[in-house]
């Protein structure tokens, strides 16, 4: 396989040709060829392959194949010769989403510029375009893609299926419908690499890394769906523990439940911004609160082991790892928040009054010269649960985001992996870079995927 960088010319005659600069043949080791088959995305058609005599990497299109290939734009792009003897131009990058609001300027609603970020990198590295599930027509397998122009505004052009597909879709629920599910599937059998598979549930991850030993020394102990019986056995051996649903974000419906011998049970939970703690004499009536607010069955409810996290002003202090795949298919931390959670709140969410630090900020208080130790020590962490939530894991996986705390014995503890993470911690003024390194790093996975990606020098 040949991969180059080259200049792509539209020209409008209806011929079948495919025109490439004599360097350009040379490098992808066509000279002297007389056919090839032209590729873009998932489209093919066969092309009369002609040297011109012109400096540089060129490669000239006709109408007559663009028709069938539907090149979207002129500009730099990768050209690759594989095994097969196709002549591939990409890679066309997909980009997944929705959002129920939304208005001409924002087709994603608040994911937009989110989206356009991606889009204006990529544009550097490819054919890279946003869609909705609405925008696919599966009959003649092409997009109603939305790209973005030099002057920062829509275009919207026909393209053939991607390359691969990094899936930023917004809604759990819609997620799990079975026009998504069939969306994701038609994929698959096209194999066309779609990441990430879907929005994560607390209790599966905890549950694909209970065979996992070294990694599970890192999960706080979690019951799915506890009974009375094991809510109470929990308390009684961990002095205090985390319920919180399983598909929950953001800290809504977690509570911090906590028993102390002769003073009774305690519930601390935060509803709308404002921190609630309620005593009870009797196990019985905490269950009856959380029946109450809940109904009877507490179904879908993780119960999980407090942790003792380290603090600063008395404040519990956790970490946000946002993890990547790179170019070379390997896992590394990109960008790392520290949270402090407010006063009185159950979780760190700045939503709830927390505070949003850098790692060295807060490890320094706590740990001073150690600090860059314990980070390093987290790292590590991180990189063996992502492999190891991916070994587990039997659909692709490009990014995650851990919520890992450490306790005064400075073990390491995951509370949860998104596989959609939130952007938030790169809005703090010292991790913008980390935030540019994270789009640089789906857009250098994607190329990984799609074999765009330069094995050796060349
Ligand atoms: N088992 C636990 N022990 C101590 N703190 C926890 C535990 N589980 C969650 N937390 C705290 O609550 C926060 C939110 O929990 P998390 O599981 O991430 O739920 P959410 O999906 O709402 O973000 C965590 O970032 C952490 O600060
Ligand atoms: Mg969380």
Not at 292 to 319: A, K, M, T, W
Request: proline share 5%; net charge positive.
């Amino acid at each position: 396989m040949s991969l180059t960088v080259c200049n792509v010319h539209l020209t409008p005659k209806s011929e079948k040709t495919v025109y490439l600069s004599s360097t350009l043949m040379k490098q992808l080791k066509l000279t002297g060829k007389k056919s090839v088959r032209l590729r873009l995305g998932k489209a093919t058609i066969p092309a009369t392959l002609k040297p011109v005599k012109r400096p540089g990497n060129h490669v000239f299109i006709p109408a007559g194949l663009r028709s069938f290939v539907r090149v979207p734009k002129s500009g730099m792009v990768y050209l690759r010769n594989d095994q097969e003897g196709d002549l591939q131009l990409g890679p066309l990058i997909g980009v997944l989403s929705d959002s129920s609001l939304r208005t001409q300027s924002h087709p994603f609603g608040s994911r937009t510029t989110f989206i356009k970020q991606i889009l204006r990198v990529g544009n550097k590295k490819g054919f890279v375009f946003a869609f909705t599930p609405r925008d696919i027509n599966w009959n003649n397998e092409t997009v109603n893609a939305y790209f973005l122009s030099e002057s920062d505004s829509w275009i919207r052009r026909t393209v053939p299926l991607p390359d691969v597909v990094y899936n930023r879709l917004p809604s759990r629920r819609a997620e799990t419908s079975s026009s998504i599910q069939t969306l994701r599937e038609r994929f698959v059998r096209r194999n066309i690499p779609f990441f990430n598979w879907s929005f994560f549930k607390k209790s599966d991850i905890y549950e694909l890394l209970e065979n996992d030993l070294e990694a599970n020394l890192h999960v706080p102990e979690s019951v799915m769906n506890p009974t009375p019986d094991t809510i109470r056995d929990m308390l009684a051996r961990h002095q205090f523990v985390y319920y919180k649903p399983t598909s929950g974000s953001l800290g809504i419906g977690i509570y911090r439940l906590t028993y102390l011998p002769r003073k009774g049970y305690f519930a601390r939970y935060t509803v709308n911004g404002k921190n609630t703690l309620l005593r009870f004499k009797h196990f019985s009536s905490l269950i009856r609160m959380l029946q109450g607010r809940h109904g009877r069955s507490l179904r879908n409810y993780v119960v999980q082991q407090g942790v003792r996290l380290i603090e600063i002003d008395s404040c519990p202090i956790d970490f946000r790892f946002h993890m990547h795949k790179n170019g070379d298919n390997d896992w590394t931390v990109v960008g790392i928040g520290a949270k402090k959670a407010g006063k009185g709140s159950v979780t760190t969410h700045v939503k709830n009054g927390g505070q949003l630090m850098t790692p060295e900020q807060a490890l320094q208080r706590m740990f001073g010269d150690r600090s860059e130790e314990v980070l390093g020590n987290m790292k590590t962490v991180a990189i063996e649960l992502a492999m190891a939530i991916e070994r587990n894991y039997p659909h692709l996986l490009g990014e995650l985001g851990f919520d890992l705390g450490i306790d005064r014995d400075e073990h390491v503890w995951m509370f949860e992996a998104n596989a959609k993470p939130g952007r938030s911690i790169f809005k703090h003024p010292s991790l913008r870079n980390e935030g540019q390194s994270s789009i640089e790093h789906i857009l250098d996975h994607c190329l990984f995927l799609s074999k765009f990606r330069r094995r050796d020098p060349m």
